[in-house]
């Protein structure tokens, strides 16, 4: 014999398709009385208007991170403006874009030539490509182009190296340019 088996857990039904009434009562005062505080402002603040930003900025680390994306978005867009992105160069007035592509064993130099300010340099542009390598005796490819006052002008010459790097050296009667490409 068990020591709880006298003690019924539960109602007898008499008729066990009759369902129990009952009765449930809302009191919503009483409720929100016995509600924490942040339940009870919820109820007394009156809603405020849904709005875009405010998620946004709601609080200080938000705002800081949104902000933050703003400026560095700014930033991006005045660095394209300005061209430091841009692979183009510089000589006497000109602006140049230099580009190299494979063809079979040799590779192609491209030279675009855009007018860069009011008094450009005109006439000879001499031209010396080399590969980059650590052989000192490889020898140098020396080519020569005229600019002229046209706004735009596109030279290409090739020279005959296979090499992952050029070293070229573009040269006016003012000034050099030295750089270094990566043909495609």
Same mark, same amino acid.
């Not at 016995?34 to 938000?62: C, H, M, N, T, W």
């Not at 300010?117 to 020396?142: C, H, M, N, Q, R």
């Given at each position: $014999?068990?020591?709880?088996? !006298?003690? !019924?857990?539960s !109602?007898?039904?008499?008729?066990? *398709?009759?369902e129990?009434?009952?009765n &449930? /009562? ?10 924490p505080?942040?339940?009870r402002?919820? /109820?007394?603040? %009156?809603?405020? #208007? =849904?709005?875009?930003?405010? %998620?946004?900025?709601?609080? !200080?680390p938000?705002?800081?991170? +949104? =902000?933050?994306?703003? @400026?560095?978005?700014?930033? @991006?867009? $005045?660095?394209? *403006? +300005?061209?430091f $992105?841009?692979?183009? /160069?510089? *000589? ?9 592509? +494979? ?5 192609i130099?491209?030279? #675009? ?7 450009p ?9 080399s %590969? ?5 005796? +490889?020898?140098? &490819?020396?080519?020569r182009?005229? =600019?002229?006052?046209?706004? #735009?002008?596109?030279s290409? =010459?090739?020279? %005959? ?6 070293a ?9 340019l ?7």
């Amino acid at each position: $014999m068990r020591p709880n088996e !006298k003690y !019924k857990l539960s !109602k007898e039904k008499t008729n066990p *398709l009759e369902e129990e009434k009952l009765n &449930f /009562y809302y009191n919503r005062q009483h409720r929100l009385d016995k509600a924490p505080d942040s339940v009870r402002r919820l /109820y007394e603040e %009156p809603r405020q #208007k =849904f709005s875009l930003l405010r %998620p946004l900025i709601g609080d !200080k680390p938000r705002a800081i991170v +949104f =902000f933050t994306i703003i @400026i560095l978005c700014v930033v @991006i867009v $005045m660095i394209a *403006l +300005f061209g430091f $992105m841009d692979s183009a /160069y510089s *000589l006497d007035g000109n602006k140049l874009e230099i580009s190299a592509i +494979f063809v079979e064993d040799n590779t192609i130099v491209i030279l #675009k030539k855009t007018i860069d300010s009011k008094d450009p340099y005109t006439g000879a542009v001499d031209i010396a490509v080399s %590969p980059v390598t650590l052989d000192e005796e +490889f020898p140098i &490819f020396l080519h020569r182009v005229y =600019f002229t006052l046209r706004e #735009k002008e596109e030279s290409r =010459f090739t020279v %005959p190296y296979n090499s992952p790097q050029l070293a070229m050296v573009l040269q006016t009667e003012k000034s050099e340019l030295r750089i270094t490409i990566k043909p495609d």
